[in-house]
C-alpha cells in the first residue's frame, strides 16, 4: 500500500493523539518536524514515501547541520521521522524503515539554566499585587515556581485541581498522567487572591471551568504566559531571555540543594525516567567544584 507524506503524518498524528495520548503541543511539534522532512526531498519522493532511502534521510540530517541546528534540534527531527516510519512499518503501511541505521549526531550534554533564589524572588515580586492582571501574573509564577510544573500543565490546571484545603495541586502532564504535586503556603496564597480579586472581572459573568485566564476570559495558553514572564523578567532586571521552563529547572535545583530525595524531585517533576532528573545533580556537582576552585588553598 502506497500513500503519500501527508496521508501518513496524519495516521501517525491520530495513533499518538488517541492510542499514546501525547498532547496537542507535543503532535504539533512532530507535524512541523515531519514536513521539514518532506521539504528536503525531491518533488517524487514525496508522493511516494515507500521510496524514500536512507542516503535521503541521512541528507535531511545534514541539511540541517549545514542550516546550523544544534544537535538537540536535529535529534528532535530525527526522533519525529523514525517515528513516522517505524509506525508505517508497524501498521503495514510500508514495508522498510529506511531510518534504522540513522543517528542523531551527538552534542554536548545540555545543562538545564536555573535562577538563583534572590532572582526567583526578584521575579516573583515584579507584577503589581494591586492589579487585575498583576495579581493573575504573579499566581502563575507562584504556580510555577512552587510546583515546578511545565507551562502548558499549568494552563491546562482548572480551578477545581487545586485544594486549599490540604495544600496540593492535580497536575496532567505528558501523555495524560496525572500526579499530585505539594503548592507552598505563598502559592496558595497567591492564587487564593487571585481567584478572589481578579479571575471574577476576567470572567465577566461567563462560566469557564480554568484557573488562569486571558484577558478575554478564556483559558491562558503558554505563548501568553511566555510572553509575560519576559516583561516581568526585564522589569526585575533579570536575564529576559528566561522562559517559564527556567522556573521549572530552578525548582528541581533548588530541592536538590536543599538536600531533596532524586526519587521525590522525580516524582513531583513527572519524569518516566530518573536519568531525566540526574540532570540536576550535575548542576550541583559544577557548582561544588566552582566553590571548591575558588575558595580551597590547593585548588
Known amino acids: 500500500m502506497t500513500t503519500d507524506f501527508e496521508k501518513l503524518t496524519d495516521a501517525l498524528l491520530d495513533y499518538l493523539t488517541v492510542e499514546c495520548g501525547l498532547s496537542a503541543n507535543t503532535c504539533t511539534a512532530y507535524s512541523r518536524d515531519l514536513r521539514d522532512f518532506a521539504a528536503s526531498l525531491p518533488p517524487a519522493l514525496r508522493s511516494a514515501p515507500q521510496k524514500v532511502q536512507r542516503d535521503d534521510v541521512a541528507h535531511f540530517v545534514e541539511q540541517l547541520g549545514s542550516q546550523g541546528k544544534a544537535p538537540s534540534t536535529i535529534g528532535r527531527k530525527l526522533v519525529a521521522v523514525k517515528m513516522l516510519y517505524r509506525f508505517a512499518v508497524q501498521e503495514r503501511i510500508l514495508e522498510a524503515d529506511p531510518t534504522s541505521l540513522i543517528e542523531a549526531p551527538r552534542g554536548a550534554k545540555y545543562l538545564p539554566n536555573f535562577l538563583t533564589t534572590e532572582a526567583v524572588d526578584a521575579l516573583l515580586d515584579a507584577p503589581k499585587s494591586n492589579t487585575l492582571l498583576g495579581r493573575r501574573d504573579r499566581a502563575i509564577l507562584e504556580l510555577l515556581y512552587a510546583t515546578g510544573s511545565r507551562v502548558s500543565e499549568v494552563c491546562g490546571l482548572d480551578i477545581e485541581d487545586v485544594n486549599f484545603e490540604f495544600g496540593f495541586a492535580r497536575v496532567t502532564g505528558k501523555g495524560s498522567k496525572e500526579r499530585i504535586v505539594p503548592v507552598s ?73 536543599g538536600g531533596a530525595d532524586l526519587r521525590a524531585v522525580q516524582e513531583m517533576l513527572g519524569h518516566s525516567d530518573i536519568a531525566t532528573t540526574q540532570i540536576y545533580t550535575h548542576i550541583n556537582r559544577d557548582r561544588l567544584k566552582s566553590v571548591h576552585r575558588q575558595f580551597h588553598p590547593r585548588a
Open 185 to 257: 503556603k505563598p502559592a496558595l496564597r497567591a492564587i487564593e487572591d487571585y481567584i478572589n480579586e481578579s479571575r471574577p472581572a476576567l470572567l465577566r459573568g461567563r462560566p469557564e471551568k480554568a484557573l488562569m485566564l486571558s484577558r478575554s476570559g478564556k483559558r491562558i495558553d503558554r505563548h501568553a504566559i511566555f510572553r509575560m514572564i519576559r516583561k516581568h523578567a526585564l522589569a526585575a532586571g533579570i536575564d529576559a531571555s528566561i522562559s517559564p521552563h527556567s522556573l521549572r529547572h530552578s525548582f528541581a535545583t533548588h530541592l536538590l540543594e
